[in-house]
């Protein structure tokens, strides 16, 4: 389960989603999130999966990445899915067997729109990560967020700490995946007992991973300092961002995306 965390990882490649300009990329992911959340019945839903799946075939990422990346999350769709199933209204589905009165189709229908939605969600997400390297992603959060350094925000560090927190996600992973297989190895037990037993085999793995965090974190901060690196107006970029044509057929896509949502929400 933990090797099966994408969040965060860059495959590189040239397709038209990696050649996008990376402002453009992060505007679009939130107009998508924006997109997911206006949705009111399942046609909505069609649209954006339709477009999920076009994003997918022209960033040439492996299917099978997408899938694996919704491993980690399967726990709280069954979660969310039953407590949707639990609390829901309207007419019961059996309405002869009186043990199950409460499962309705409101509330079923309300938990496959719900699971339907946080894959969306984790999907489109994630893509922002998969095409765009963390220096660019730096680079576009800097730009995007540039009108607040009037009102003294350090625009640059935060948007540094920001891609250094995803960057260190896939490291995080494989360090943790590392410890757990050395505790194991050393006759650790944390597939059996109950939930509060699972919790405190789990210390163990904390502590050294917290421990290694620590030491990759200062190891980092001496070598930026080593190089004499600086943020701020002087520093310079190997590469400037320019917005192209595809960047604008990409903006109308997914405006006209959102724009059909709403007319679907209103005509349904």
Known sequence: MIKDITLGQ???????????????????????????????????????????????????????????????????????????????????????????????????RNAVFMAVRIILLVIGTSFMTYTTSPIMLTGAMESLLAPLKWVKVPVHELSMMMTIALRFIPTLVDETDKIISAQKARGADFETGNIFRRAKALVPILIPLIISAFRRAEELADAMECRCYHGGNDRTRYKVFHFAARDALAALVMTGQLALIIFLNVVT
């Open 10 to 108: 860059y495959f590189p490649g040239a397709s038209p989603i990696h050649k996008l300009d990376p402002r453009t990329k992060v505007l679009l992911t939130i107009l998508y999130i924006v997109s997911l959340f206006v949705i009111r019945g399942g046609w909505g839903y069609f649209v954006s999966a339709a477009m999920m799946f076009v994003i997918i075939a022209l960033s040439r990422i492996p299917f099978g990445v997408v899938l694996r990346g919704i491993k980690p999350i399967l726990f709280v769709l069954l979660f969310t899915a039953t407590f949707n199933l639990i609390y829901g209204t309207g007419t019961p589905i059996f309405e002869d067997v009186s043990w199950l009165g409460w499962l309705t189709w409101n509330g079923l």
